[in-house]
């Protein structure tokens, strides 16, 4: 018999997840703790065997206009020898009674289990369907940290690595910090992107909230390239619309970011922006090699560069990014797609509603 129970417990939650070492954050005490300063209620879930913990599910409750659902972000986290679809089956039934009790009309969960017909059956015997959407990442793009740095540098496509030497001769500098400043830095960085790119941005809070939690136990970083005012080689892009300082009394200005979580052996890349202040000195190669080289010497197996697009879509709104990404080296790990279990018929509203949104994002 498997036993469903909320689990309280943070000491026992962090050494079953960090046992079964899975490629993500999303399922860290912390992650759920942020999601509560957000707004965001929780309810974490440990599935026992002859009271042996055999599962953890960190579950959220999102209200939503479009609807409302019990979320499992990159989960359940279930140890290997165990039988999961008997768990899985166990904690959807569990988490149906809340759902009807509380007027949710769904569950939705967001695997980490890799993209296997074997995975995708677990959901489908379990009562699921595919989501309309994903909610996080389903195609991951992770770089081997154990080869030295040299090796590192040589399996790198040669124009990344030219442009991180290119960009050491340009005078580019890196800051690592976690401070009010270092986020001030990135947030000025990060609005001139989301102007830019004109995508959905999250909050000032947001980041405030996500560094606070994860820097309480130098989990997370803020990465900052700066470019020298004074450089001879710089050639400012006069269309940028970010403000470049008329002074030369303040010695660098930064220019590119990126947003960093080290967890479970891992360093992942959650967040990026660059100013294009400066187009020609390539400063992000210089940022996210700084970074991968912290993951390593954290003593870190993998750096995760998050998400990148299909191979097969060359005009995915990521694929961009993901040319970028792929330049570091590295290899590509999917994960099953999102299931939804479906508990109301209102589900359908949301289901029409996300179907629509991805047409209309080219997703």
């Known amino acids: 018999m498997i036993d469903i129970c909320e689990l309280t417990d943070r000491a026992l939650w962090d050494a079953f997840v ?3 070492a899975p490629h993500t954050f999303l399922h860290s ?15 974490r879930f440990g599935a ?10 960190l579950v959220l409750k999102i209200r939503a206009k479009r609807g409302s659902f019990l979320f499992c972000p990159h989960g359940p986290i279930i140890d290997q020898n165990s039988d ?3 768990i899985l089956k166990e904690l ?16 939705r969960i967001s695997p980490i289990l890799t993209d296997t017909p074997e995975h995708r059956d677990l959901f489908t015997h379990a009562g699921y369907r595919p989501a309309p959407i994903h909610m996080h990442p ?18 790198m496509r040669k124009t990344t690595r030219g442009s991180i030497k290119k960009a050491e001769r340009d005078g580019v500098t890196v800051s690592q910090g976690m401070s009010e400043a270092d986020l001030t830095a990135f947030s000025k960085i990060y609005d001139t992107t989301v102007k830019r790119q004109h995508f959905t941005p999250f909050s000032p809070a947001y980041f405030k909230e996500e560094l606070s939690l994860f820097s309480e136990r130098g ?10 005012l004074n450089a001879t080689n710089t050639d400012p892009n006069p269309n940028s619309k970010f403000q470049i300082p008329n002074s030369l009394n303040q010695e660098s200005v930064p220019v590119s970011t990126a947003f960093i979580i080290f967890d479970q052996n891992s360093g992942y890349y959650h967040h990026g922006a660059s100013s294009q202040a400066y187009p020609k000195i390539p400063a992000s190669h210089l940022v996210l090699w700084t970074a991968i080289l912290e993951a390593k010497r954290r003593g870190c197996h993998s750096f995760n560069f998050w998400g ?6 060359p005009h995915h709104p990521w694929a961009g990014l993901s040319l970028f990404k792929k330049g570091f080296g590295g290899n590509a790990e999917a994960y099953v797609h999102a299931h939804d279990f479906i508990v109301r018929p209102t589900y359908w509203i949301n289901w029409l509603i996300e179907t629509i949104r991805r047409k209309r994002r080219h997703l």
């Open 138 to 155: 389903e195609l991951a793009w992770i770089l081997d940290l154990t080869p030295s740095e040299s090796d590192l540098l040589s399996a």
């Open 84 to 86: 999961s679809l008997e």
């Open 92 to 107: 959807t039934a569990s988490l149906e009674r809340i759902a009807r009790g509380e007027g949710f009309a769904f569950i």
């Open 18 to 20: 960090e046992k079964e």
């Open 308 to 313: 990148i697009s299909p191979e097969d879509q």
């Open 29 to 43: 005490w912390e992650w759920g703790v942020f999601q509560e300063r957000i707004g965001t209620p929780v309810a």
């Open 219 to 228: 989990r997370a970083g803020i990465f900052i390239g700066r470019i020298a």
């Open 48 to 57: 026992y065997r002859d009271g042996r913990l055999v599962a953890a599910a």
